[in-house]
C-alpha cells in the first residue's frame, strides 16, 4: 500500500510502505567518502546488520565497526513487512539431535527470543508498537485446512516443544478469540509478537549509532574480497566482514544467487471502530495466519488497522 505521506527517502523506493508514512527518521548517516579500517564491518542496513552490531557492542564494546547500507536503513525488507517478532526458525530441523529433536538450549533460545527481544526494548527505549499477544495459525471453511494444521502441530511436537509453546485451539476456543467463517481450529503460540517495522529498525538504529557504531547509508557495497569492501566513494579494510544483505544481495556479494528473494504483498485497512473490532475480535492483540497454500498473515496495528 503506497503511503499517503511518502518517507523522505521515498525516491528510492518504488512502493513506499505505509509503515514510514508520518514517522519521523533519526537523522540520516552520510553516505562512506573515502577509505577507512574497522575491527568489523557489517553490510546490511536491516535487522540482521543492525542487532549484529548492538550484540557485538554489548559482548565488546570497544569494537570498532563500520556498517554500510546500499539505501536507507530499513529500506529493504526490515522496514516492509508483516510486523511478526518471532521466536521461530525457518529450518529448524536441520539441527536436530540423535533422538530427532531440537536439543533443550536451541528449543529455549527460540521460545525466550520474544521475551529477551522485549528486554533489549524496553532497556534501549524503543517504542516500535510492540505487544506480546502470541499467534493463532487458523484453520477454516475446508477440512484440508485442519488436516495442514495439525500436521505442523505434530511437526513442533516431535521437534520436543511442548503444549506450553504450540498447542491445539479447538473451533469454540478459535471464535473466542477470532471470527473466521466456519472455524475448525487452530495452532497458538504465544512465541510471537506485534511490532511496527520501521519504528524498530529505526529505533535499533539510533541506538547502535549511540554506542559508537559508524554508520554509512547510500553506501553500496560493490564487492567483498581480501577483508576489503570496495564501495562507491570509498573502501572498508576489516579483520572481518558480515554480510547482512539476504535477499537484497547483488552481483559482487558473495550471497549472491545463493538466495532466492520471496515477496508478498501487503494491503492496509483505514483505522477501525471499536464496533468493527467487536465482530472481528483480536482483543489481545494476537498476529493471525491461515492454513491456506496461499497463506494470508496479518495483525491488528496499535492505530486499530487490519
Known amino acids: 500500500m503506497e503511503a499517503a505521506n511518502p518517507h ?15 514517522l519521523e527518521r533519526a537523522e540520516v548517516a552520510p ?3 573515502t577509505d577507512t579500517t574497522a575491527d568489523i564491518a557489517i553490510v546490511g542496513g536491516g535487522y540482521t546488520g543492525l542487532w549484529t552490531a548492538y550484540f557485538l557492542k554489548q559482548i565488546q564494546p570497544d569494537l570498532d565497526i563500520a556498517l554500510v547500507e546500499a539505501k536507507y536503513i530499513g529500506h529493504g525488507a526490515s522496514g516492509r513487512n508483516g510486523g511478526w517478532l518471532m521466536g521461530a526458525l525457518e529450518g529448524c530441523h536441520a539441527f536436530v539431535d540423535d533422538s530427532g529433536t531440537l536439543p533443550p538450549a536451541a528449543r529455549q533460545q527460540l521460545t525466550q527470543l520474544v521475551s529477551r527481544a522485549c528486554e533489549v526494548l524496553a532497556k534501549e527505549s524503543i517504542d516500535c508498537d510492540f505487544h506480546h499477544g502470541g499467534c493463532i495459525m487458523a484453520a477454516a471453511r475446508h477440512d484440508v485446512q485442519i488436516a495442514r494444521a495439525k500436521k505442523m502441530l505434530a511437526g513442533f511436537q516431535d521437534l520436543g516443544f511442548g503444549e506450553d509453546d504450540y498447542r491445539w485451539l479447538t473451533a469454540t476456543e478459535l471464535s473466542d478469540r477470532i471470527q473466521v467463517a466456519n472455524p475448525g481450529g487452530a495452532v497458538f503460540t504465544p512465541h510471537v509478537a506485534r511490532i511496527q517495522p520501521a519504528k524498530l529498525v529505526t529505533g535499533l538504529a539510533g541506538v547502535v549509532k549511540s554506542l559508537g557504531v559508524r554508520v554509512f547509508e547510500h553506501t553500496r557495497a560493490h564487492g567483498m574480497h581480501s577483508g576489503v569492501i570496495q564501495c562507491d566513494r570509498g573502501t572498508i579494510r576489516a579483520d572481518q566482514i558480515v554480510i547482512a544483505t539476504e535477499g537484497y544481495s547483488e552481483v559482487g556479494n558473495p550471497l549472491h544467487r545463493r538466495l532466492i528473494p520471496v515477496q508478498t504483498g501487503m494491503v492496509a485497512t483505514e483505522p477501525l471502530s471499536e464496533t468493527q473490532w467487536a465482530g472481528l475480535g483480536f482483543n489481545n492483540n494476537e498476529t493471525f495466519a491461515d492454513c491456506a497454500r496461499s497463506a494470508t498473515y496479518l495483525q491488528r496495528t496499535a492505530d486499530h488497522r487490519l
Request: charged letters at 15%; glycine letters at 6%; hydrophobic letters at 40%.
Open 8 to 22: 523522505p527517502d521515498a525516491q528510492h523506493v518504488a512502493s513506499p510502505s505505509l509503515w514510514w508514512d508520518g
Open 31 to 33: 553516505p562512506l567518502e
